[in-house]
């Protein structure tokens, strides 16, 4: 696994010298399949309205639209050794398809990245089935500018219980959103 790099110039006795060093980086992911018994319009409508997101999945504390279509999606972390903390993440619309939903961070976000997607693929007139896929990436320049204890705990630890709660997270959506597209 890579780390992103973060660097500082800066000029001594007219030498100009470039250090780099490895940020902090958390990766979280979980992709989920599901079978719902309801017909490929209703499942579209349904996974196109972010509110259902913001009502569904536990985690998310909010999700607003800027004047410049951006959602800024809030979500709380809670990591063993840690304890909870919430993130920022700025998302933007790049496909909007009878086969795909898909949220990918901002141009202008730096820091943390979010990618949520949803592949629709139809089995029969009122069968659809979904892949929903959550990817997270954080980078910090220091350990501490995301928590005071993440260096304690570690970017491999707090990776996997993200991916974890992640996991989680998503599986109780699929149930609630199965109940509402099922009845």
């Known amino acids: 696994m890579k780390k992103a790099l973060n660097h500082q110039t800066f000029t001594f006795n007219n030498l100009r010298f470039t250090i780099h060093k490895q940020m902090f980086t958390?990766?979280?992911n979980h992709?989920?399949?599901t079978e719902f018994n309801a017909n490929l319009e209703?499942?579209?409508?349904?996974?196109?309205?972010?509110?259902?997101?913001?009502?569904?999945?536990?985690?998310i504390e909010s999700i607003h639209k800027d004047?410049?279509?951006?959602?800024?999606w809030k979500?709380?972390?809670d990591v063993p050794l840690i304890g909870s903390f919430v993130e920022k993440f700025a998302v933007r619309?790049?496909?909007?398809?009878?086969?795909?939903?898909?949220?990918?961070?901002?141009?202008s976000e730096k820091f943390n990245f979010l990618r949520y997607s949803a592949d629709f693929m139809p089995k029969s007139k009122d069968i659809t089935l979904v892949k929903i896929s959550q990817n997270i990436e954080m980078r910090r320049n220091s350990a501490t500018?995301?928590?005071l204890l993440a260096g304690f705990a570690g970017e491999s630890l707090i990776s996997n219980e993200m991916s974890r709660r992640i996991g989680e997270m998503l599986k109780n959506f699929i149930e609630k959103a199965r109940q509402r597209l099922e009845n």
């Not at 209703?42 to 985690?59: C, G, R």
């Not at 909007?96 to 990918?104: F, L, M, T």
């Open 26 to 28: 958390i990766r979280a």
């Open 93 to 107: 619309e790049t496909e909007h398809s009878d086969e795909r939903i898909e949220w990918s961070p901002a141009e």
């Open 75 to 77: 979500i709380r972390a």
């Open 67 to 72: 004047n410049n279509d951006i959602l800024h």
């Open 31 to 33: 992709s989920e399949t």
């Open 145 to 147: 500018d995301l928590h």
């Open 42 to 59: 209703k499942v579209i409508e349904f996974f196109s309205d972010y509110k259902n997101s913001i009502e569904l999945m536990p985690l």
